[in-house]
């Protein structure tokens, strides 16, 4: 049995030595270590990684750690907020030493030389040039998450570190919130559910209706994965399905979901009944949504936002909102995160604002750190790395 898998894995390592750098010391320690090599892990059904395997090449290919040690982790603001958080390190535990903020604040000079990645988790905290400055080996920050606006990647690249994402782990949970926020607006369900607690609300009134999505047009602007797997749950809805993104997809995926490609997004803007936005924030999308967009958009229309809130002009929101310009907006995002206590956003009744909770569920905080492993891990075995993010040249 032992002797299949390891004659198994001798396929996949000769394989992957074939394309990466992996060192002389690697290829003849493997010998004597392939019949313990047997253990693999699935990652989601894109990526198969064999551990034993790569504790093997991590532990020959780093001058820094000693035989059979995991390479280390430094972890980033691994903290109380999801409630599965212990399950999260355990699953880490299994690939690396894992380093807390404290622990490498508390013993620098040891810790800095063994530390090879950083796993950020959540968006903060932010990775600063003091914080590299004090990792000379290293090699691959880690982002548990798609978005990467929080990182200066012209900074990090400059220190010959490498940044991956994880846009495959959030794409099904970050949909599922669009949707949810697009039908909770349309139907006005937090209304509804105070309306329902209010000790003296007998029962709805006529000017308090709301619309529906079926048959409706659902306008997507940035039509990555997530955008994409939206258009798969709006299709299933039966609405008319609007996209604009920078590259159109290809025409099976388009006819897959019934999308229809708007070149110019002003067209989108005018015909939609809602629009999502699903786009990364960069500099060029920063504000994308201002005065003018609001502006084409119907007087009956809804924009949802469940990319960066920087995507918006939120003042132009507020006024566009207050002068009813469009009907409503539903926000996953906003910026700052929490908004201020006094902020018009939170007094109007035609806006539904979330936490960005996007990827909070269970499942996201486990299949975005499996997915942040299997990037880490590639990045220190030299193999192809699944998801790395590039900075703009
Ligand atoms: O970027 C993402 O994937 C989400 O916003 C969660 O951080």
Same mark, same amino acid.
């Given at each position: ?5 390891? $004659? ?13 750098? !992996? ?22 059904? *894109? ?7 790569? *504790?093997?090449?991590?532990? &020959? ?26 399950? %999260?390190?355990?699953? %880490? ?18 810790? $800095?030389?063994?530390?090879? $990645? #950083? ?51 959030? &794409? ?11 039908? &909770?607006? &349309? *139907? ?29 047009? !659902? ?5 990555? $994965? ?48 809602? #629009?999502?936005?699903? #786009? ?92 942040? #492993? ?18 703009? !040249?």
């Amino acid at each position: 049995m032992f002797r299949r898998k390891g $004659s198994h894995m001798l396929r996949i390592l000769t394989s992957l030595l074939g394309r990466s750098n !992996l060192p002389y010391k690697f290829n003849r320690q493997f010998g004597s270590h392939r019949r313990r090599c047997h253990r693999s892990l699935i990652y989601n059904q *894109r990526y198969r990684i064999h551990a034993c395997a790569e *504790r093997q090449a991590i532990t &020959a290919g780093t001058k820094v750690m000693a035989e059979g040690e995991l390479p280390a982790v430094l972890i980033l603001d691994i903290g109380g907020t999801h409630g599965v958080l212990e399950d %999260l390190a355990a699953l %880490l535990k299994k690939h690396f030493q894992l380093i807390t903020m404290k622990e490498f604040l508390a013993n620098k000079e040891e810790m $800095s030389k063994k530390i090879q $990645s #950083v796993f950020v988790f959540e968006r903060r905290p932010t990775i600063d040039r003091e914080l590299l400055e004090s990792l000379p080996n290293l090699k691959v920050i880690g982002n548990s998450g798609v978005g990467v606006d929080h990182l200066d990647l012209k900074m990090i690249s400059s220190f010959g570190v490498k940044v991956t994402n994880t846009p495959h782990a959030v &794409a099904d949970p970050t949909a599922d919130i669009g949707m949810a926020l697009m039908l &909770a607006s &349309a *139907r006005r369900l937090v209304e509804g559910c105070q309306i329902a607690v209010s000790p003296d609300t007998k029962s709805f009134a006529v000017d308090w209706l709301g619309v529906e999505v079926s048959g409706a047009t !659902l306008g997507i602007i940035g039509m990555g $994965s997530i955008g994409y797997k939206v258009a798969q749950r709006a299709r299933a809805f039966n609405m008319r399905i609007l996209y604009h993104n920078r590259n159109r997809r290809r025409k099976e995926e388009e006819e897959a979901v019934g999308a229809h490609y708007c070149a110019k997004m002003k067209d989108l803007l005018q015909q939609s009944d809602f #629009v999502m936005l699903v #786009v990364n924030l960069t500099p060029e999308t920063h504000k994308l949504i201002g005065k003018k967009e609001l502006e084409l958009m119907k007087p009956t229309a809804t924009l949802i936002n469940i990319s960066r809130g920087a995507v918006i002009d939120q003042d132009a929101l507020v006024e566009a909102l207050q002068n009813k310009v469009i009907r409503a907006a539903a926000l996953d995002v906003t910026y700052p995160e929490p908004l201020p206590r006094d902020h018009p956003l939170l007094n109007l009744n035609n806006v539904i604002i979330t936490p960005h909770i996007g990827t909070a569920t269970v499942q996201a905080i486990h299949t975005m750190a499996e997915e942040a #492993v299997a990037n880490i891990l590639a990045v220190l075995n030299g193999q192809p790395i699944p998801s790395q993010v590039f900075p703009k !040249l």
